[in-house]
């Protein structure tokens, strides 16, 4: 289960979870949101429905937490969809500023991270995805 949301000291907005829960895959993540490479994420909707929360809805706002629970910066929602697993394409991997070139190698790594991190969701084509867009609208 994923650590409990936590508020932004500066905004007051609640976490935009990223990573790996304060790892070192979430400070590489935050500093790609920083830098403007990173302008997307995906999580499963099965995390949603797990930790009770809504899917965004555009124009929410979240706090850019660090690992040692700092505040960052605040990003805001441009779109939030539901979608299967095999429907993210090409431009949404790159959006996501990992360095995939294209949804196949993007998905080859979502998936081995849900593998470790959410293991009793059953991946396949058909998996329910919340696919967000969002831009980073405040730096601390």
């Known amino acids: 289960m994923a650590a409990p949301l936590r508020r932004g000291e ?3 907005y609640e976490d935009f979870e990223l990573g790996d829960g304060g790892g ?3 400070e590489k993540l935050i500093a790609l949101v920083l830098d403007g ?4 994420t995906c999580s499963l909707l099965a995390e949603f429905v797990d930790e009770g929360r809504e899917v965004p809805a555009v124009g929410s706002r ?3 937490i660090d690992g040692a629970g700092r505040e960052r910066g605040v990003v805001e929602t441009l779109e939030a969809r539901v979608m299967r697993l095999a429907d993210v394409d090409d431009a949404f991997a790159r959006d ?3 360095g995939d070139e294209n949804a ?10 849900w593998r470790r991190h959410v293991p009793h969701v059953e991946l396949g084509d058909d ?3 919340v696919a967000e867009r969002f831009r980073l609208v405040a730096l601390f």
């Open 37 to 40: 490479t990173k302008t997307a």
């Open 104 to 113: 196949a190698q993007w998905r080859a790594g979502h998936e081995r991270f």
């Open 127 to 129: 998996t329910q995805v």
């Open 24 to 26: 070192p895959l979430t």
């Open 96 to 98: 996501e500023g990992e």
């Open 10 to 12: 500066h905004s007051g």
């Open 62 to 64: 979240w706090a850019l």
